[in-house]
């Protein structure tokens, strides 16, 4: 059984990445309380589950978890980084001109949701090893949860205040923070990098 203390810092491991990413998010999107609060729910929402999709595969699917986890989040983390380079370098015309056409709003909420996806594929991994240990997964999936949905929030919305200063240079620093972070995870999968 783990601790109170153990689930915590189990919990907030489990949100740095989406701490991370929240901030290049608010950054580029600029979102008010409640989208940010929105935003934050899907980060939270899907942290929560990766665990319980992990602790179900169990110890049958535990190699499978640990062979691809690394190669899914660092493809994902990669392409919104890329994204959100791209959409730094591009000119303001370009920007408007896709915004009016509705473009704007579809591509964020896949970009926010393969965000959300890519910085809990270890929750996943995580939650395989739970079920070695025959861990509450539903009290400790909730915790991850929680943590995530008030970390991602809070850092949607520092990412919109220095994103309001800086405006596409900070957009740019989250795009290649994106793409430094599925390289580390990557790096640390396949033993490059030891943390």
Same mark, same amino acid.
Request: aromatic share 2%; glycine share 12%.
């Given at each position: 059984m783990m601790s109170p203390v153990a689930i915590a810092v189990l919990s907030v491991s489990m949100s740095a990445d989406a701490f991370a990413a929240a901030i290049g998010r608010g950054a580029q999107h600029r979102p008010s309380l409640a989208q940010a609060l929105r935003s934050g729910l899907v980060f939270g929402v899907i942290e929560a589950i990766t665990p319980l999709i992990g602790f179900a595969l169990g110890v049958a699917a535990a190699g499978f978890?640990? @062979?691809v986890d690394h190669w899914i989040a660092f493809g994902l983390l990669g392409a919104v980084g890329a994204k959100m380079i791209w959409e730094a370098l591009k000119r303001e015309e370009e920007v408007e001109a896709e915004a009016v056409g509705g473009?704007? $709003?579809?591509?964020g909420l896949l970009?926010?949701? @393969? !965000?959300?996806?890519? !910085?809990?594929?270890?929750?996943?991994?995580?939650?395989?090893?739970?079920?070695?240990?025959? @861990?509450?997964?539903?009290?400790?999936? $909730?915790?991850i949860g929680f943590t995530t949905f008030a970390l991602a929030t809070l850092g949607l919305l520092i990412g919109k205040a220095a994103g309001a200063r800086l405006g596409k240079v900070v957009e740019l620093i989250g795009g290649v923070a994106l793409i430094g972070l599925g390289l580390k995870i990557l790096l640390e999968h396949l033993g490059v990098l030891a943390f």
């Open positions: 978890v640990e @062979a473009k704007a $709003a579809s591509r970009a926010l949701v @393969a !965000t959300a996806v890519g !910085t809990s594929i270890d929750a996943g991994a995580v939650g395989v090893g739970l079920a070695l240990l025959g @861990a509450n997964i539903w009290l400790i999936a $909730a915790c």
